[in-house]
């Protein structure tokens, strides 16, 4: 079966640190992934999405970057935090087009 | 006007009643539609989704679809008090540049009290 693994649960950073957060699928091949943030008392905000190795697209045009250096593992970077980077991000996978998306735990960062 | 809107709520039922949650798009070329369930301070999970117009059931769970109308609800048969969550409806269309995209409404708050 499928799994999805993203760290760390929890993390506090200071203004201007480099973030770094990791996100793996496990028991499947090529498949789309996605990063979210859903910040306080707000919906789920679609950041970056990737269709293959090395193919990243931006959905907002923000402070985050994001990476896809192997077919199962996607990440999301900073090099330096704002305090608006505060939030739950999540990471999530689906194979096709039309299918529902499988979150992972999520990360949520406070920047202080 | 809002890709997908949702009453924020919250919506509070008595345990064992039916609860409904509703949720209406904008882009006519939507082709799926999901309900995700997120209990606070988790990640959101996948509890229904429907493709064609008219009801699906799954166990307590119905989702609607209307496509005419650009509306999508969840029933929640016998509610209990474990349902207690933020119910998200998201949307796809799978055409253009939105390859698969979900777009997500900003959640209905459910509490069912005993």
């Known amino acids: 079966s499928q799994t999805i693994h993203q760290w760390p649960a929890t993390l506090v950073q200071p203004v201007g640190s480099p973030l770094s957060l990791e996100c793996t699928v496990e028991?499947?091949?090529?498949?789309?992934l996605y990063w979210y943030r859903q910040a306080a008392g707000r919906g789920l905000q679609l950041l970056f999405y990737?269709?293959?190795?090395?193919?990243i697209s931006s959905e907002v045009p923000q402070n985050l970057s994001a990476s896809r250096p192997q077919d199962r593992q996607f990440i999301l970077s900073s090099k330096k935090l704002l305090l608006s980077d505060s939030g739950f991000y999540l990471c999530a996978w689906s194979l096709l087009s039309g299918l529902g998306y499988t979150f992972g735990s999520g990360t949520r960062l406070t920047v202080v | 006007q809002k890709e997908v809107e949702q009453n924020s709520g919250p919506l509070s039922v008595p345990e064992g009643a039916i609860a409904s949650l509703n949720c209406t798009y904008s882009d006519r070329g939507s082709q799926s539609f999901f309900w995700y369930r997120q209990y606070s301070g988790k990640s959101p999970e996948l509890i229904m989704f429907?493709?064609?117009?008219g009801d699906k059931e799954d166990g307590r769970f119905t989702a609607q679809l209307n496509k005419a109308s650009q509306y999508v609800s969840l029933l929640i048969r016998d509610s209990q008090p474990s349902d207690s969550a933020t119910y998200l409806c998201?949307?796809?269309?799978?055409?253009?540049?939105?390859?698969?995209?979900?777009?997500f409404g900003q959640g209905t708050i459910l509490t069912v009290h005993p």
């Open positions: 998201a949307v796809i269309n799978a055409g253009g540049t939105s390859y698969g995209k979900l777009t």
């Open positions: 429907i493709y064609s117009n």
């Open positions: 028991g499947t091949s090529n498949p789309n």
């Open positions: 990737s269709v293959g190795i090395g193919q």
